[in-house]
């Protein structure tokens, strides 16, 4: 049996992804040896399910309709600069997203029904934040830049649809596939 690997996120606007792309090329100057995420791969990760079973993708697709019916678009705020581990040791550079509370409770519910369906998620603390770059090399210590743009409103990110992605690995970064996506506002579900 094949199998794929796949995650479920939330895509960004055009709009973000612009204002985002922005930042990425203001910032080029400021930090060297960085692999920037393009554009259009920019996306809020719900859950990663790594190489998963054919089989599952009908699962993970009746779970997201069965989230659809208890939540309600809503708009987060993209702010502030950080980095994983912190900005003295970075290793991935994101960006913020603001309320949080809205964007955990539409995780656990995801996870809740994916669990319900027989499918095993990610066990470790879920963390939203927008992936803009991975750093390929040891780079020097940011926090004065994490500093300056701490409380810096990037853009808005309606949370209006979930979308479960393919991701093909490549030798010039990975693509994303949407493979379904389920509109919050009961009217656009596209299932491919």
């Known amino acids: 049996m094949s199998s794929v690997r796949v995650f479920l996120g939330v895509p960004l ?3 973000l992804q612009n204002a985002i792309s922005s930042l990425q090329g203001d910032l080029k100057s400021r930090i060297r040896d960085i692999r920037w995420t393009r554009p259009e791969n920019l996306h ?3 859950h990663f399910f790594g190489e998963t079973e054919q089989e599952n993708l009908e699962k993970i697709k009746v779970s997201m309709l069965s989230v659809k019916r208890c939540h309600r678009p809503f708009l987060v705020n993209v702010i502030g600069l950080g980095a994983f581990p912190n900005l003295r040791r970075p290793r991935v550079f994101w ?6 509370n809205q964007l955990g409770q539409l995780h656990r519910d995801c996870r809740r029904a994916l669990h319900a369906a027989g ?4 066990s470790r603390q879920y963390s939203p934040h927008l992936t803009i770059s ?5 780079t020097n210590e940011l926090t004065t830049l994490g500093s300056e743009l701490r409380q810096q409103l990037v853009g808005h990110l ?3 649809r979930l979308t479960l992605y393919e991701s093909l690995l490549q030798p010039g970064g990975a693509e994303h596939i949407p493979l379904f996506t389920i ?6 579900d596209d299932f491919r």
């Open 44 to 46: 809020l990760t719900l």
């Open 119 to 122: 499918l095993v998620t990610e």
């Open 158 to 160: 309606p949370v209006d």
């Open 13 to 15: 606007t055009e709009q």
């Open 134 to 138: 991975r750093v390929k090399k040891k």
């Open 95 to 100: 960006l913020g997203l603001n309320p949080q």
């Open 183 to 188: 509109g919050l506002d009961n009217e656009t």
